[in-house]
């Protein structure tokens, strides 16, 4: 958006006090991307399948009893921050759930310092942790405030992250693409194209054809082999590295006639 035009003094950072959570289809399969069937069950306060807000999340792991998670055990949650997404998921038995934490959120903060923004939004108070039964009351806000107001920042590309938590990108490319569409064996592609990836599992754009995109898979060696896949009636969209619904405002850009 900078790029384009847009005055930094008038973007602001959305921060999400929720979670997203689901019911994975292996337990063994808990990483990032891995395959799920399911929302995580609705919640006892927001109570909407998939979505839990972080009061219920510190409730769910510090309770002895777990509200609506039969296959989960009480106090059983593993906890992972990847270095790339800097943020939190944990998993419990089959149930999944990625959230920030008071950290993640002070992470945020100074990359809005880094990007010298206009500073943060939140979705939405009264999901934060309003009692403060963990440490104080509504946590995430004072994080946020403690990270803007520190003058620190954070790059995201220095040091560059390596992706240390497990991952499952075949189940990935399953959700993002559309099921209708179908994924042609590996191509490899000219020097010129391969020139555009830059480490393992990058997608770029398919040249001529926005319905397509390829995936960089690195080779012993050196060197990429680019693997298709298609979007179907989907288009990609170079901006988020995913397939989108092209009928979505603005992404007639994407894919003009």
Request: glycine content about 10%; proline content about 9%; charged content about 20%.
């Amino acid at each position: 958006m900078v790029q384009q035009g847009v005055p930094k003094e008038k973007i602001v950072l959305g921060t999400p006090l929720y979670g997203r959570g689901f019911v994975l289809n292996n337990t063994e399969e808990n990483g990032l991307y891995c395959g799920a069937h399911a929302g995580i069950p609705a919640g006892p306060y927001t109570r909407q399948d998939g979505i839990w807000g972080y009061q219920e999340i510190i409730q769910a792991f510090t309770n002895e009893t777990l509200i609506n998670l039969p296959d989960g055990k009480p106090k059983d949650w593993t906890v992972v921050v990847d270095d790339c997404y800097q943020a939190p998921y944990a998993y419990n038995g089959p149930y999944w759930i990625g959230y920030d934490d008071e950290e993640s959120m002070r992470v945020k903060a100074k990359f809005i310092n880094f990007l010298d923004i206009a500073g943060a939004m939140v979705w939405s108070i009264d999901t934060d942790d309003f009692k403060g039964g963990n440490t104080h009351a509504f946590p995430l806000l004072h994080a946020i405030h403690d990270g803007l107001a520190s003058g620190e920042t954070f790059d995201p590309e220095n040091p560059h992250c390596k992706g240390t938590a497990p991952m499952c990108p075949d189940d990935f490319l399953s959700t993002t693409v559309p099921p209708t569409t179908t994924q042609p064996p590996t191509t490899t592609t000219s020097d010129n194209n391969q020139g555009q990836c830059t480490e393992d599992l990058d997608v770029i754009p398919f040249p001529g054809d926005c319905h397509k995109y390829f995936m960089c898979l690195a080779k012993e060696g050196g060197g990429y082999d680019l693997q298709e896949f298609t979007c179907g009636d989907w288009v990609f969209d170079p901006n988020i590295d995913a397939c989108t619904d092209p009928n979505l405002p603005s992404n007639d850009m994407l894919c003009p006639p």
